[in-house]
C-alpha cells in the first residue's frame, strides 16, 4: 500500500478521461439526498468525498432487485464504484462468501465482480446512526478495496491497495508520490476525530459479539416489544448491505427470475401445505437478528452487519436495532 | 452433476409415465436429456415450466441414470399442476444438492426405517441402495404409516422386499376399512413389534414434521442415542445452493448441509420439527 497525491483538479480532468473506457457511478447529492449516479462527464465535480454514506448498499451493484438468471450474463463495460465507505467494503465480504463459495459460484455475481473496481473513500465525519466501529470496522478503507481517495482542500490523496488499482492508476498523470508526512498527519487526525465521533455517539453500545450472545439469550417479550410497530415492509433487508435472500420466479422456457426476497415478509418460510415457523411477526422479526448476529457468524468469516445503520433510517415503523440491544445490555 | 455453468438452469426432462399411488400421491417417471446420478437421500428442484419449481428427493434407484422417479403429494400450488402432467411433458430438474444417507456407515448394522405417508419417497430410495448391499447389513426393519389403506404408497414394494432375506416390513393404519388385516394406530406403535439391538443399529426417519418428532422421541426411548438417529428434515428449500435463505435451520442451511442429519447435528436448532 502507497500513497499518491494529485490536484483536484487534474483528478478531475483525468476522471473525464476515465469515462470514456469505463462505466463509472459516484455518489451524488439529489432529490432522494446522497447517493450513487452513473457519472457523465459534467457531473463530476458533483462527486461527494470524505462523506458517509450512499443510501444504497454497494450489494445492489452485483445483486440486482431483479433478473433472469438463466440467460448468459451479458458483457458489459469495466466498472468503477467510487466514494464507498468501508462499511460497504466490508459488508461485501458475506456475498462474496455466498455467491462465489467454489461449489455453486454464480456467474452472474462473479462476472460484475470481476468487472469491478472498487474505489473506497474515507469517512471524514459520521452520520445520525453510524456504528461501524462498535463491531470493529473502521471508518477508512484498509484492505478490500481497489483505491481509496481522501479529499483534503484541493489536494486528492489517494491510497492504492491492489494490483487492480495500481492498473487503474496508470490511466492517471500528474500523480505525485505522497512525500510530505504533515499530509499523513493531517490524515492521522482527521480519522481520530472520525473515531472519537463514533466512539461519542455509540457510548455502551455492544461491541458485534456481545450483541451475538445478548440476542440469543433474549427472551420473548423484547422481539414482540420491538415488533410492534414493524409492518413486514422488508425495507431493513433491503437496505442491509448483507442481506441477500431471494426468490426464483418461474418463467415459460423454463427460465428463472432471481427477485430479492425478504425473511420479514410473511410466508418467507412457508412450505408447501401450509406450515410456516415464521409465522407470527415477532418471530420472523427476531429471525432477522439471529441471522445477523448469531447464525452467520458461526457460519461465515465475514461480518453480517456492519454497523452502517441504514436499517434503523430506512424503518416506517422507527424501530432502532441500537436501542434495542441497549435494552438488553 | 451440478450444472457448472449455470447453476440456476434447470435440465430438461421428459415425463414418460405416471403412476398413481394414492389419490393424492403420484410417481413420475422422467428421462432427463443427459445423464443424472444423485446419492441416495440427496434432492433435486423439480420444475413444472413457467410455474414454479420444489424440492422432492428422487424414489428411484440411484444405481439407475437414465430415469429418475419422483414422488409426489399434491399439497400446494406447484404441485397441483404436476398432478395435471401427461407423459409428453417436459419438466426440469436442477441438482442434485445436499448430503444424503451416508449408506456406508450402515454396514454391520440393523437399520430401522421408519416411514410416514409421502415420506416413504426417499426410503424407497435408500431401501433400493440397502437392497444392492444385503449382504452388508445385519438386517433392514422398515415401518411404515399412512392415514387409511388408501393412502399406502408403493403397494407392490412391501410384497417384494418379504421376499427378501434380512428384510422385514409392517405397515399400520390410522383408519382402516373392512380389508385391512395389518396393525392400527400410529406408526410408533409399530416399534413394540419390532425386534431390534438398538446397540448395533441405526434408525432411518422420514415423514411428516409430527410424525419425525414422535417417532425420534420413541426412538430415544427405546435407548437410540442422538448420533443413531438420521432424520431427512423438511424445509423450503428454493434455490438448493446455499444462497436464498428460505430453508435456513439456524446456522444450517437444509439445502446445502442437509436434508438429512443426525438427531445430533440439529437438536439445538430452532423450530426442527416444523
Same mark, same amino acid.
Not at chain 1, 113 to 121: P, Y
Not at chain 1, 321 to 327: I, R, S, T
Not at chain 2, 127 to 132: G, N
Given at each position: 500500500?502507497?500513497?499518491?497525491?494529485?490536484?483536484?483538479e487534474?483528478?478531475?480532468k483525468?476522471?473525464?478521461?476515465?469515462?470514456?473506457?469505463y462505466?463509472?457511478?459516484?455518489?451524488?447529492?439529489?432529490?432522494f439526498?446522497?447517493d450513487y449516479e452513473?457519472l457523465?462527464?459534467? @457531473?463530476v465535480?458533483?462527486?461527494?468525498y #470524505?462523506?458517509p454514506?450512499p443510501?444504497?448498499p454497494l450489494?445492489? =451493484?452485483?445483486?440486482?432487485?431483479? $433478473?433472469?438468471?438463466?440467460?448468459?450474463?451479458?458483457?458489459?463495460?469495466?466498472?468503477?464504484?467510487?466514494g464507498?465507505?468501508?462499511c460497504?467494503?466490508?459488508?461485501?465480504?458475506?456475498p462474496e462468501?455466498?455467491y462465489?463459495?467454489?461449489?455453486?459460484?454464480?456467474?452472474?455475481?462473479?462476472r460484475r465482480?470481476? #468487472?469491478?473496481?472498487?474505489?473506497?473513500?474515507d469517512?471524514?465525519g459520521i452520520q445520525?446512526?453510524?456504528?461501524c466501529?462498535?463491531?470493529?470496522?473502521s471508518?477508512f478503507t484498509a484492505g478490500k478495496a481497489?483505491l481509496a481517495?481522501?479529499l483534503l482542500e @484541493?489536494k486528492?490523496?489517494i491510497?492504492v491497495?491492489?494490483?487492480?488499482?495500481?492498473d487503474l492508476?496508470?490511466n492517471?498523470?500528474?500523480?505525485?508520490p505522497l512525500?510530505d508526512?504533515?499530509?499523513?498527519e493531517?490524515?492521522?487526525?482527521?480519522h481520530q476525530?472520525?473515531e472519537d465521533?463514533?466512539? $461519542?455517539k455509540?457510548k455502551g453500545?455492544? @461491541?458485534?459479539?456481545?450483541t451475538?450472545?445478548?440476542?440469543?439469550?433474549a427472551?420473548?417479550a423484547?422481539w414482540k416489544?420491538y415488533?410492534s410497530?414493524c409492518?413486514?415492509c422488508?425495507?431493513?433487508t433491503?437496505i442491509?448491505?448483507?442481506?441477500t435472500c431471494f426468490?426464483?420466479?418461474?418463467?415459460?422456457g =423454463?427460465?428463472?427470475i432471481r427477485?430479492?426476497?425478504?425473511?420479514q415478509?410473511p410466508g418467507?418460510?412457508?412450505?408447501?401445505g401450509?406450515?410456516?415457523?415464521?409465522?407470527?411477526l415477532?418471530?420472523r422479526?427476531?429471525n432477522?437478528?439471529?441471522c445477523?448476529y448469531?447464525?452467520?457468524?458461526?457460519?461465515?468469516?465475514?461480518i453480517?452487519?456492519?454497523?452502517?445503520?441504514?436499517?434503523?433510517?430506512?424503518c416506517?415503523?422507527?424501530?432502532s436495532? #441500537?436501542?434495542? =440491544?441497549?435494552?438488553l445490555? | 452433476?451440478?450444472?457448472?455453468?449455470?447453476? +440456476?438452469r434447470?435440465l430438461?426432462a421428459?415425463l414418460?409415465d405416471v403412476i398413481?399411488?394414492?389419490p393424492?400421491?403420484?410417481?413420475?417417471? *422422467?428421462?432427463?436429456?443427459s445423464?443424472?446420478s444423485?446419492?441416495?437421500?440427496?434432492?433435486?428442484?423439480?420444475?413444472v415450466d413457467g410455474i414454479?419449481?420444489?424440492p422432492?428427493?428422487?424414489?428411484s434407484?440411484?444405481l439407475?441414470t437414465d430415469?429418475l422417479?419422483?414422488t409426489v403429494?399434491?399439497?400446494?400450488?406447484v404441485?397441483?399442476y %404436476?398432478h395435471?402432467?401427461?407423459p409428453?411433458?417436459?419438466m426440469g430438474?436442477?441438482g442434485p444438492?445436499?448430503?444424503g +444417507?451416508?449408506?456406508?456407515?450402515?454396514h454391520d448394522k440393523?437399520v430401522?426405517?421408519?416411514?410416514?405417508?409421502?415420506?416413504?419417497?426417499?426410503?424407497r430410495?435408500l431401501?433400493?441402495?440397502?437392497? /444392492?448391499i444385503?449382504g452388508k447389513?445385519?438386517?433392514v426393519?422398515l415401518c411404515?404409516?399412512?392415514?387409511?389403506?388408501k393412502?399406502?404408497?408403493?403397494?407392490?414394494?412391501f410384497a417384494?422386499l418379504?421376499k427378501?432375506s434380512?428384510?422385514?416390513t409392517?405397515?399400520?393404519v390410522d383408519?382402516? /376399512?373392512?380389508?385391512w388385516t395389518?396393525s392400527?394406530?400410529v406408526?410408533t406403535s *409399530?416399534?413394540?413389534?419390532? /425386534?431390534?439391538?438398538?446397540k448395533n443399529?441405526?434408525?432411518?426417519v422420514?415423514g411428516p414434521?409430527? %410424525? %419425525?418428532?414422535?417417532?425420534?422421541i420413541?426412538?430415544?426411548? %427405546?435407548?437410540? !442415542?442422538?448420533d !443413531?438417529?438420521?432424520?431427512?428434515m423438511?424445509k423450503?428449500?428454493s434455490?438448493?445452493l446455499?444462497?436464498?435463505g428460505?430453508?435456513m435451520m439456524?446456522?444450517?442451511?437444509v439445502c446445502k448441509d442437509?436434508?438429512?442429519f443426525t438427531?445430533d447435528?440439529?437438536k439445538?436448532?430452532?423450530n426442527?420439527w416444523?
Open positions: 500500500m502507497h500513497h499518491l497525491i494529485i490536484n483536484k487534474e483528478w478531475d483525468a476522471l473525464e478521461k476515465l469515462l470514456l473506457s462505466t463509472v457511478f459516484a455518489p451524488a447529492n439529489n432529490e439526498g446522497q452513473l457523465r462527464p459534467e @457531473d465535480s458533483r462527486i461527494i #470524505n462523506k454514506k443510501a444504497t450489494k445492489t =451493484f452485483f445483486l440486482p432487485l431483479k $433478473e433472469n438468471v438463466t440467460t448468459e450474463p451479458r458483457h458489459e463495460k469495466q466498472r468503477i464504484i467510487m464507498i465507505p468501508n460497504d467494503i466490508e459488508g461485501l465480504g458475506l462468501e455466498m462465489l463459495n467454489g461449489e455453486f459460484d454464480d456467474l452472474f455475481f462473479q465482480r470481476e #468487472n469491478t473496481i472498487l474505489i473506497a473513500s469517512c471524514l445520525e446512526h453510524c456504528h466501529l462498535s463491531y470493529g470496522i471508518p481497489d481517495l481522501i @484541493d486528492m490523496i491510497r491497495i491492489t494490483e487492480k488499482g495500481e492508476i496508470k492517471v498523470s500528474h500523480l505525485m512525500t508526512n504533515s499530509i499523513l493531517s490524515i492521522e487526525r482527521k476525530i472520525t465521533l463514533l466512539k $461519542e455509540n453500545l455492544p @461491541d458485534y459479539a456481545t451475538g450472545r445478548l440476542v440469543k439469550e427472551g420473548p423484547i416489544k415488533s410497530s409492518v413486514s422488508g425495507a431493513c433491503l442491509c448491505p448483507t442481506c426468490l426464483l420466479i418461474d418463467k415459460p =423454463f427460465e428463472k427477485q430479492t426476497d425478504a425473511c415478509y418467507f418460510q412457508r412450505v408447501a401450509g406450515e410456516d415457523e415464521l409465522f407470527e415477532h418471530k422479526f427476531k432477522r437478528y439471529m445477523k448469531v447464525w452467520k457468524p458461526e457460519r461465515f468469516r465475514s453480517a452487519c456492519t454497523g452502517c445503520g441504514r436499517c434503523i433510517e430506512a416506517i415503523g422507527r424501530i436495532k #441500537n436501542e434495542l =440491544f441497549m435494552e445490555v | 452433476m451440478v450444472n457448472h455453468s449455470n447453476i +440456476y434447470p430438461r421428459k414418460t398413481e399411488e394414492s393424492l400421491i403420484k410417481t413420475f417417471i *422422467l428421462v432427463p436429456e445423464r443424472f444423485f446419492k441416495t437421500g440427496q434432492f433435486i428442484e423439480l420444475t414454479g419449481e420444489a422432492f428427493t428422487p424414489s434407484s440411484p439407475v430415469t422417479e419422483v403429494m399434491k399439497t400446494g400450488y404441485t397441483e %404436476m395435471n402432467l401427461k409428453g411433458a417436459f430438474i436442477r444438492y445436499g448430503r +444417507y451416508p449408506v456406508e456407515k450402515f440393523e430401522l426405517i421408519l416411514g410416514g405417508g409421502c415420506g416413504l419417497a426417499p426410503i430410495s431401501l433400493y441402495s440397502l437392497e /444392492d444385503t447389513l445385519r438386517k426393519i411404515y404409516g399412512s392415514k387409511t389403506p393412502d399406502c404408497v408403493y403397494k407392490p414394494l417384494r418379504n427378501i434380512k428384510f422385514e409392517y405397515r399400520t383408519k382402516p /376399512d373392512e380389508e395389518e392400527v394406530g406408526v *409399530l416399534l413394540n413389534k419390532v /425386534d431390534v439391538t438398538v443399529s441405526i434408525a432411518v422420514c414434521p409430527i %410424525m %419425525m418428532k414422535f417417532g425420534t420413541r426412538l430415544l426411548e %427405546m435407548g437410540y !442415542q442422538d !443413531q438417529i438420521y432424520l431427512s423438511e423450503n428449500m434455490c438448493g446455499g444462497k436464498c428460505h430453508c439456524g446456522e444450517f442451511f442437509g436434508p438429512v438427531y447435528e440439529i439445538d436448532q430452532p426442527i416444523s
